[in-house]
T-cell receptor
Framework: GEDVEQSLFLSVREGDSSVINCTYT??????LYWYKQEPGAGLQLLTY?????DMKQDQRLTVLLNKKDKHLSLRIADTQTGDSAIYFC?????????????FGSGTRLSIRP | EPEVTQTPSHQVTQMGQEVILRCVPI?????FYWYRQILGQKVEFLVS????????KSEIFDDQFSVERPDGSNFTLKIRSTKLEDSAMYFC???????????FGPGTRLTVT
């Protein structure tokens, strides 16, 4: 089946690390993505990871993939107020560039001062 | 930095009317997509398009929907006879084809009354 699950809300203190978790059901997933959506805006691609990798780091962002448990996480170091947004976990399958992306429900990240 | 653009940002239409949502993908991209997000729900895949034909479509994409690339820059989604349940944010996306990074536009909010 097609299912990507995320918790709906996360609240962190400014300066702390945020960890957003995601699980997916299909073991044939080839690419896993994190998108960011700010209020009233579109979907911004933050990062993605190929399924044969277990970690990817890009500045303040770290993606961890546990393929055995079908678990993906996004860690944002030194969380800032500008990181307030909805974060979508997503996957695609197959090796065609026409492959659709399947999204989770999104995690709303809020930052406490 | 090149980006996907969409017009209009907000479209209000009466039930039964035809609407055309317009997108200008990133210029050297070859694969094009439409997704929609009903308020409070997940982002859902509608259709992918490559080489002037549909590559894949979802169950949502029934005979009321059509897509077209009328010239070298635009990519359109037409809904022939809108229903109340078509009210949603519609996102266009594109990818180069040599990568799996789908870049999304800011969306068109369609309100059917």
């Amino acid at each position: 089946g097609e299912d990507v699950e995320q918790s709906l809300f996360l609240s962190v203190r400014e300066g702390d690390s945020s960890v957003i978790n995601c699980t997916y059901t299909d073991s044939s997933s080839t690419y896993l993505y994190w998108y960011k959506q700010e209020p009233g805006a579109g979907l911004q691609l933050l990062t993605y990871i190929f399924s044969n990798m277990d970690m990817k780091q890009d500045q303040r962002l770290t993606v961890l993939l546990n393929k055995k448990d079908k678990h993906l996480s996004l860690r944002i170091a030194d969380t800032q107020t500008g990181d307030s947004a909805i974060y979508f976990c997503a996957e695609s399958r197959g090796y065609s560039s026409a492959s659709k992306i399947i999204f989770g429900s999104g995690t709303r990240l809020s930052i406490r001062p | 930095e090149p980006e996907v653009t969409q017009t209009p940002s907000h479209q209000v239409t009466q039930m039964g009317q035809e609407v055309i949502l317009r997108c200008v993908p990133i210029s050297n991209h070859l694969y094009f997509y439409w997704y929609r997000q009903i308020l409070g729900q997940k982002v859902e895949f509608l259709v992918s398009f490559y080489n002037n034909e549909i590559s894949e479509k979802s169950e949502i994409f029934d005979d009321q929907f059509s897509v077209e690339r009328p010239d070298g820059s635009n990519f359109t989604l037409k809904i022939r006879s809108t229903k109340l349940e078509d009210s949603a944010m519609y996102f266009c996306a594109s990818t180069r084809g040599s990568s799996y990074e789908q870049y999304f536009g800011p969306g068109t909010r369609l309100t059917v009354t």
